[in-house]
């Protein structure tokens, strides 16, 4: 299927691995020219771009979204889409002992960097009158766990803000769109410490793939019996960014595998 988006101008935040990676090389795949960034961006310049991929090295705790908004416009001279997919997530032991430092410095990257981002993007999209925002949400943006209390609460408002950035856009040409995928398969879950060794560690020592296949099957009995590929991420991302969704607004998509029960 082709999206249309051969040499359409795009603006990755978290490129560097896991689903914006993905996300990255489909647009890249589909022709776009490519502005990838993220704090380590050596994957996405590994890719092979054709010329059209442009890594930057960016803190969206600093001044990263404009450092990669003014990339974009520098060395194509637009923007078309921004595609939000910067995040951190870390597992913690119940919301008494999440800390003030948590919450702020999940908020810092979840919710903020997606603020500077479309505040970095929008004034370019309004100009030309047109433009497609995507922000990855989460499931966990409608069913909390005090878990990941902190992660749950930036996802939270990333499909409240994003809403607001529909109704107030929209007027002007430019699509906002969420989409929130459900348990997926990235570094985040594989790192040590991460969502792999949590599950082993709350099932009773069980191995990694046999613990992973638990979760999705027993424990959460998602409807698909698996969790998520970034590459099934993406796919989503590249039809919201492209005209092929040019009626779609302020939705935000589930990506889930049927991880929340539909009442």
């Not at 009995?221 to 040019?246: H, M, N, T, Y």
Request: aromatic share 8%; net charge neutral; hydrophobic share 45%.
């Amino acid at each position: 299927m082709s999206y249309g988006l051969d040499d359409k101008v795009v603006v990755v935040t978290g490129a560097g691995s896991g689903i914006g990676l993905a996300i990255a090389r489909r647009f890249l795949e589909e022709g776009a020219r490519v502005v990838g960034g993220d704090i380590d961006v050596a994957a996405f310049e590994a890719l092979p771009g054709r010329g059209k991929a442009i890594g930057v090295k960016a803190d969206l705790r600093a001044d990263g979204a404009n450092q990669m908004v003014d990339t974009a416009i520098k060395r194509f001279g637009s923007i078309d889409v921004l595609v939000c997919c910067a995040g951190i997530s870390a597992p913690r032991e119940g919301i008494l002992k999440t800390t003030d430092a948590d919450f702020l410095s999940t908020w810092d990257v979840n919710f903020m960097g997606i603020v500077r981002s479309c505040r970095a993007a929008l004034p370019h999209m309004v100009k030309r009158g047109k433009g497609s925002i995507v922000s990855i949400a989460s499931d966990f943006g409608r069913m909390p766990s005090p878990y990941y209390c902190d992660y749950c609460v930036s996802k939270a408002a990333v499909l409240n803000f994003m809403k607001s950035v529909s109704i107030e856009f929209g007027p002007l040409g430019i699509r906002a769109n969420c989409v929130s995928p459900g348990a997926t398969r990235t570094p985040m879950w594989d790192r040590p410490g991460g969502m792999i060794d949590v599950l082993c560690q709350m099932y009773g020592g069980m191995g990694r793939e046999e613990a992973v296949e638990h979760f999705a099957k027993v424990d959460k009995k998602f409807a698909l019996q698996r969790i998520g590929r970034p590459e099934e991420i993406a796919e989503v991302v590249l039809f919201l960014a492209s005209d092929k969704a040019s009626f779609v607004t302020g939705s935000d998509y589930w990506a889930n595998g049927g991880s929340i029960p539909m009442f």
